[in-house]
């Protein structure tokens, strides 16, 4: 047992026990101490040379800020660099996360030269690469099963749903991204009418412009843009919303105050997604083709007529539910990689602005490659 010290002046006994040193941390191990601390720990790096482990008792202290686990790192690292293996027992459990930000503090590696190593080098950034990616990828797969988890109480009786929550969300990703999403694929179906006319027109095969313009934006192009379109602008929107409340600790008052960030902040914003983007690529593809067509008959001397009987010959329900079907899977992805990429924000504005480019780059990456996977999927159906 150790004596009973004050609870403000900090002390540091040490007790030699053959090749094991003992030393007994009390008292306020404070910034407003620091005149007091750092000659104790001066004196204690200062051990004989036959120490081989050093356990460092912190069970006494009364408060421990920074300075104080910093210097009790520095003690930590001075002593394994004399050859002894040191320990820090006893601390209390309020101060072990200050204690673990403190101690992973500049103890990284440096990073690899990456102009040179040759094929080690080479090989090490392909390793690094893949353990970033494999991070990545369970941190979406942690947020996509923690939305599912919160869906699940939610629609059981658990949880509470926030109507009013989704309802705003859906204002935000859907009506107000309207006009932008119309005039995109509008001017889209235009460009690809064009070109198609411009091509096609080689050959004598100007009436075949309908079938691409149908088949492409029905299957592909409308859902595609719709969704780069979603993932730019409300993906990085709710990445930066929950960043910053990251930031500002709102999301730790949220827990301390008994809710479930998940159920509060993602939740409503997944639904809204899922149910926006259906509806956007839908009003898109429409814009699209009535671009398409427009160009076709001032560009190529298509009537409407003929285009429209023309397009009911080259496509069918099938052609539109396609690119209905893939909407709510790419919106599902965008949703939960900007929510992801949210709380992966840390305490500065840098952070932030990465985080919120990350979000958008693999949102757009992950949209592309469900797009080529459900292209796979319907060539193998028949569909």
């Given amino acids: 047992m150790y004596p009973e010290w004050g609870l403000n002046e900090p002390l540091l006994q040490s007790t030699v026990e053959g ?3 003992r030393l007994a941390a009390a008292g306020s191990w404070t910034v407003d101490h620091a005149r007091e601390l750092e000659p104790l720990v001066d004196e204690a790096a200062r051990h004989p040379p ?20 910093w210097l009790l790192e ?3 690292r001075s002593l394994a660099v004399e050859g002894s293996e040191a320990r820090i027992v006893g601390l209390p459990d309020s101060y072990r996360a200050l204690l673990e930000e403190v101690q992973n503090a500049n103890s990284g590696r440096a990073p690899p030269n990456p102009g040179g190593g040759g094929l080690a080098g080479a090989l090490d950034l392909v390793g690094r690469t893949m353990a970033e990616v494999g991070d990545a990828f369970l941190v979406i797969l942690e947020m996509f099963g923690a939305v599912g988890m919160s869906f699940v109480r939610v629609f059981t009786g658990f949880g509470r749903m926030r109507v009013t929550s989704v309802v705003h969300h859906l204002d935000r990703v859907c009506w107000r991204a309207v006009p932008i ?3 995109i694929t509008f ?15 080689r050959f004598g095969a100007d009436i075949f412009v309908v079938d691409m313009i149908g088949i492409l934006v029905l299957r592909e192009v409308g859902v595609l843009l719709v969704c780069i379109m979603v993932a730019g602008r409300s993906g990085s929107a709710y990445t930066a919303e929950l960043g910053t409340m990251k930031m500002r600790e709102e999301v730790d008052a949220l827990r301390t105050m008994g809710f479930d960030p998940i159920e509060v902040l993602i ?21 699209a083709l009535y671009g398409g067509g427009l160009v076709a008959w001032l560009y190529g001397g298509i009537s409407p007529d003929i285009f429209i009987a023309r397009l009911r010959e080259a496509i069918s329900v099938d052609h539109f539910l396609v690119g209905m079907i893939k909407a709510p899977f790419m919106a599902l992805i965008i949703g939960i990689v900007a929510c992801a990429e949210g709380f992966q924000v840390k305490g500065s504005a840098e952070s932030l602005g990465a985080q ?5 780059v693999k949102s757009i990456f ?9 292209a796979m999927f319907f060539a193998a159906i028949g569909k």
């Fill in 181 to 183: 999403v119309l005039l």
């Fill in 366 to 374: 992950l949209v592309i490659v469900l797009d080529g996977l459900f």
């Fill in 267 to 287: 939740l409503p914003r997944i639904i809204a997604i899922v149910i926006a983007v259906p509806m956007l690529t839908f009003l898109g593809a429409m814009a």
């Fill in 187 to 201: 001017l889209i179906g235009c460009i690809i009418a064009q070109q198609g006319l411009f091509h096609f027109r």
């Fill in 19 to 21: 090749e094991r040193l």
């Fill in 74 to 76: 520095r003690l930590r």
């Fill in 356 to 360: 919120t480019t990350t979000s958008v």
């Fill in 50 to 69: 036959a120490i081989r482990t050093v356990d460092i008792d912190m069970g006494q202290v009364d408060k421990l800020d920074t300075f104080g686990a």
